[in-house]
């Protein structure tokens, strides 16, 4: 009787250890999907973060370019104010 135990316990131990080797495999896998899933997210928002700043920076700049052209107009009207 007690070699069939044995025998029953030698048998069932690579069975169970295939058997939590795939579960875990399966586990690590979805973990890295999550995260995955995660890691796209945020670099998403990064992405929109910079486009929004970009925009606000882009519209400055077009500012700053009209107060240069009406400075540089107003100069050479002070330059020449027979023109």
């Known amino acids: 009787m007690i070699d069939y135990i044995a025998w029953a316990s030698l048998a069932l131990a690579p069975i169970t250890g295939i058997i939590t080797w795939i579960a875990g495999r399966k586990q690590r896998e979805q973990e890295f999907r999550a995260s995955e899933s995660d890691t796209l997210a945020k670099m998403q928002s990064t992405i929109d973060l910079l486009v929004s700043q970009n925009k606000a920076l882009y519209e400055e700049i077009l ?5 240069v052209a009406n400075l540089t107009l107003e ?3 002070q330059k020449n104010p027979n023109a």
């Open 63 to 67: 500012e700053l370019r009209r107060q």
């Open 75 to 77: 100069l050479d009207i």
